[in-house]
């Protein structure tokens, strides 16, 4: 069965630590997606990779940054948190060919205090 | 950039009545795909539709593709509680990754 699975499904922080959000994914999947939800907004895409060691940015990257070092493996890190960060994670994947489907992760609820 | 633009925003509706949303894309898309998350979940993919004009169902879930590959409908008949949730499209223009609409809620009253 496949599987996308996030490091936490609720995370506290406070303003200016640095926070990782980590997704793992048991499918050999070669596209890997961070995207932010927040009521009203819908789906807001932050990073996106491709590929071993390869990111992209999305539509709202600012604050943000990824790690991808396994195949398996995307890391989503915030820097400094900010209050304006708090959200709902969601952490996708697909296959690398044709218009594949995206498989989402259960989401990390985060609160930046 | 390509926007993906869902409406409406909210539908509240008694149970058996008939649900629809819409979706417009500004560009012409390769294939457009609906996902539903329920209330506390994650999306869930539903279906893929690539051919201009095309109609595919699932049960009680009829799902259209404009002839223009620009817009998109899903319409459930008669709901059910268990079709509660937000029902997102997500367009696909061949070179991009997916962009999803914002999303239609639906609430079905017992």
């Known amino acids: 069965d496949v599987k996308v699975t996030q490091s936490s499904r609720y995370l506290v922080k406070r303003t200016g630590e640095k926070v990782f959000l980590e997704c793992v994914q048991d499918?050999?999947?070669?596209?890997m997606f961070w995207y932010r939800q927040d009521p009203g907004l819908g789906l807001r895409l932050i990073y996106f990779?491709?590929?071993?060691?390869?990111?992209e940015k999305g539509d709202i990257p600012e604050g943000y940054s990824v790690s991808r070092e396994k195949k398996e493996r995307f890391s989503l890190i915030l820097e400094s948190a900010s209050t304006n960060q708090t959200s709902m994670y969601l952490c996708?994947?697909?296959?690398?060919?044709?218009?594949?489907?995206?498989?989402f992760g259960p989401g990390t609820r985060l609160t930046v205090l | 950039g390509q926007q993906v633009m869902q409406i409406p925003q909210y539908q509240h509706v008694q149970e058996g009545e008939d649900f629809t949303t819409y979706c417009n894309s500004s560009?012409?898309?390769?294939?457009i795909q609906w996902y539903k998350q329920r209330p506390g979940g994650h999306p869930v993919f539903l279906i893929q539709l690539v051919k201009s004009g095309e109609v595919k169902k699932q049960k009680r879930l009829t799902f259209q593709f404009g002839e223009a590959k620009k817009n998109s409908s899903l319409h459930i008949t008669a709901t059910q509680t268990t079709d509660v949730g937000t029902y997102f499209c997500?367009?696909?223009?061949?070179?991009?990754?997916?962009?999803f609409g914002k999303g239609t809620r639906l609430s079905v009253i017992a």
């Open positions: 499918m050999d999947h070669e596209n």
């Open positions: 560009t012409t898309l390769s294939n």
């Open positions: 996708a994947s697909s296959t690398g060919t044709g218009s594949p489907e995206q498989f």
């Open positions: 990779s491709y590929d071993v060691k390869m990111k």
């Open positions: 997500a367009g696909d223009s061949g070179n991009t990754p997916l962009v």
